[in-house]
């Protein structure tokens, strides 16, 4: 989706600048493979305890059929490590990639195959969506279910699996991450120039293709003169174009024509709607790429779809409240969404960020103080939230390598059992 590239043509390239890509494709991945290797071994050195009379252990077996990874356009490493944590605990996997990742993803591939991965325990499956949730979730053998994507597609995938719960062998593992409505909670102490920066940063980068981008921006009356001149300076700065050009470009176009047209509604929405007005940017011209100006929209009203409904796209809603109710915006912020993955507090006062830590807690899987809600590094800042972002299994931590075993305990006796009656008995 990089300009000259049309919606005729495959889509290989992603669309990320050079570190974007750098962080993603090459350290990230790098970083789920060597630390899930690492868990995976510490896994196996805990064991149960064992007595006298009796050694105990535990044996972390993979799941008895195949699990099905369904990987997202956005984060190499995302699709690398659906499919490789489940066979590095012992499953054969299906991988289907997103249509607009392939390149990247096969690169994935031939890699674990040229690294010593045995043919067909990950199994590469380019195909279409629906097709592939219903064949795989028809056999007798399926067994689990890695996927990242949208809240439709997971609950589709999710009714077909309970259709057919009847011809499996065992109960099928799901789990899901789905994408936020993410915040940017800002009190009267916070640093403007951190809310300012961190914002931009976070609702804009990789053409706001994230997540975890933030897409509301809730600011103090008594702050928003200074963040509005702030953020606007520094949105004029903004480079649009094509990061394998310019490698000066920070925001490159969405990754295709249904991206595009359906950010373009919300474009349409926000300069119709009387409650929202565009501060900047709004504009989009798919003759030469799909691209999508970085905007930033102001509401009146804290409960427009706009505040409410993922995006996924480069589009930041702002809503500016009395600065003495950040109370009740924290209680509102907890109830505008149905989504629960990513938010962040900016406050330099102690006792408001303790606040925000009791009311926002459900609110958010990954929860940032005075930083933003995008960048979360493996086995720093484990990964993923609840509510409608999805299943919270935390990639990038020991407790998602769990989610692709079936552990089994054994006893070994070394005191036989001479009769069948307790000794009270007797």
Known sequence: ?????????????????????????????????????????????????????????????????????????????????????????????????????????????????????????????????????????????????????????????????SENLDRYRTFPRLAGECGGKNFHFVHSSADVPSVVNGTLRSAFEYSGQKCSACSRLYAPDSLWPQIKEKLLEEHGKIKVGDPAQDFGTFFSAVIDDKSFARIKKWLQHAKTSPNLSILAGGNCDDTVGYFIEPCIVESKDPKDPI???????????VFVYPEKQYKEILQLIDTTSPYGLTGAVFAQDKNVIQEARKLLRNAAGNFYINDKSTGAVVAQQPFGGSRASGTNDKPGSPHYLLRWTSPQAIKETHVPLRDWKYAYML
Not at 307 to 317: K, R
């Open 1 to 161: 989706a990089q300009p000259g590239m049309h919606s005729s043509l495959p889509f290989f390239f992603q669309g990320k600048t050079v570190i974007q890509a750098e962080i993603d494709a090459a350290a990230e991945l790098i970083d789920f493979f060597r630390f899930n290797a690492k868990y995976a071994v510490e896994l196996e050195s805990s064991q149960p305890l064992s007595v006298p009379s009796s050694t105990n252990s535990m044996v972390y077996r993979g799941l008895e059929g195949f699990v099905a990874a369904v990987s997202p356009f956005n984060f190499t490493a995302i699709g690398g490590n659906l499919a490789g944590t489940p066979a590095l605990m012992g499953n054969v996997v299906l991988w289907k990639p997103s249509d607009t990742a392939l390149l990247s993803s096969f690169a994935v591939y031939r890699i674990l195959l040229e690294a010593g991965l045995p043919p067909n325990v990950i199994q590469f499956v380019p195909a279409d969506g629906p097709v592939f949730g219903d064949t795989v979730t028809s056999s007798e053998y399926f067994c689990g279910l890695n996927f990242t994507g949208s809240v439709p597609t997971f609950k589709r995938l999710w009714k077909q699996v």
């Open 307 to 317: 505040m409410e409904e993922e995006i996924f796209g480069p589009v930041l809603t």
